[in-house]
């Protein structure tokens, strides 16, 4: 199989200041965060927070950060615009349950945010936010980072090809790092509702994001799923039913697990084609199968070659595997430092409104399911 060259990382013009962020939380993610940040020239960050003052210094010292705290509001009190390091964005890796008031406390005190998936954890929530970046004129979204991928690209370029389509099933299904330690009686944050953990909004929206973002927003929302004795779910099933629209027709799949490894890829189907992946969340190795990989040049066994197909009719296929280079976050981050750099507000590949449309269909999925999140309850934005 070969795959594509990776698309390049959009450079940083050297003349230009680094866009400088602050970032919150010191977890993994956090990590990952800083490590796109050590290889992209156009980002910077300048200090750190964490509930545990001792995380945010040691997070400090690994990535070569000069300042560490242990509030949110004291990092941006020491890093607004008229101080000796400014701060542009703030990038939210706190637990889920955070993501609402972290955000909104950055926005209001006139930061940008880019804030982790989940990006909020009740659609109530999620307006709010939105209507705190449209009043502080500010940049917010959401850190999915499947919409900058180089094979979402291609999921996107290739679905036209195959006219309408009938069935999708996408999957993301992880045994979580967490899972040992809850079975031992500890309560982390991925399995604790009070955290707004759980398979539906660690993973579930992976493949409810990518659905959104492909079909749009569906008709009906269907949910099955199992808990655990904390309250939180482990694994299930949604599904997306599309009624309406250019979508009409179409039914979307998506099965989630934080107990048990990936045993299959993910597939999107027209009447003739199948377009298949090996993971939603970044897909590199894909495949069109049926009438649509043939041969489209009209230049016969030379064109195949060219672009990967072969075969024809319903047997054939094409390649549109993808590479992809650099730190996991690269890409989002790249075009992040971009859209702050140009003054844009939002994204138009992953608008904030995708993002409210995600959090309302993993609300009417956890309500299904039986998960209940202390924000359910007092009904607060934050």
């Known amino acids: 199989m070969v795959a594509s060259p990776a698309p390049d990382l959009p450079s940083a013009d050297p003349q230009q200041a680094p866009v400088r962020f602050g970032v919150v939380g010191a977890g993994f993610i956090a990590r990952w965060f800083a490590e796109a940040v ?6 910077q960050i300048v200090a750190v927070t964490s509930a545990r003052a001792e995380r945010a210094a040691a997070f400090a010292r690994e990535h070569g950060v000069d300042s560490s705290y242990a509030s949110l509001t004291q990092m941006l009190q020491a890093h607004g615009p008229d101080s000796t390091q400014p701060v542009d964005v703030i990038y939210v890796g706190s637990p889920n349950s955070f993501h609402a008031e972290h955000t909104i406390t950055a926005l209001e005190a006139g930061f940008h945010v880019l804030v982790e998936k989940p990006f909020a954890l009740t659609v109530a929530q999620a307006q709010a936010m939105a209507q705190a970046a449209r009043e502080a004129d500010r940049f917010l979204m959401e850190a999915w980072l499947s919409a900058h991928e180089p094979g979402v690209a291609r999921l996107r370029e290739t679905l036209p090809r195959m006219g309408r389509l009938r069935r ?11 899972l040992d330690a809850y079975r031992a009686g500890k309560n982390p944050p991925a399995f604790d509702p009070a955290a707004g953990g759980g398979s539906l909004m660690d993973l579930a929206v992976y493949p409810v994001s990518l659905a959104i973002h492909l079909f749009g927003t569906p008709d009906r929302v269907t949910a099955t799923g ?12 949604v599904v997306l039913t599309y009624d309406h629209g250019e979508s009409s027709g179409l039914e979307v799949v998506c099965t989630h697990s934080k107990t048990s490894p990936a045993g299959a890829g993910s597939f999107i189907a027209s009447e003739q084609d199948a377009l298949v992946m090996d993971d939603c969340q970044w897909p590199r190795r894909i495949e069109l199968r049926g009438p649509a990989a043939s041969d489209l040049s009209g230049e016969g066994d030379r064109g195949a070659a060219r672009n990967g197909s072969r075969g ?16 996991a976050l690269g890409y989002e981050l790249a075009e992040v430092c971009r859209l702050v750099r140009s003054g844009a507000r939002g994204s138009s590949l992953h608008p904030v409104y ?11 999925a956890r ?13 607060q934005p934050r």
Request: hydrophobic share 40%; proline share 6%.
């Open 38 to 43: 050590a290889q992209e020239p156009g980002a």
């Open 168 to 178: 999708a099933v996408l999957v993301k299904e992880q045994r979580s790092s967490r």
């Open 226 to 237: 199992h808990l655990l004795d904390s309250g939180a779910d482990s694994h299930g099933t």
């Open 312 to 327: 024809a009719g319903p047997q054939a296929r094409q390649d549109l595997s993808v590479d992809r280079h650099g730190p």
């Open 354 to 364: 995708a993002s409210i449309a995600a959090v309302d269909v993993l609300a009417q």
């Open 367 to 379: 309500a299904q399911v039986g998960v209940r999140f202390p924000a359910d309850e007092c009904g």
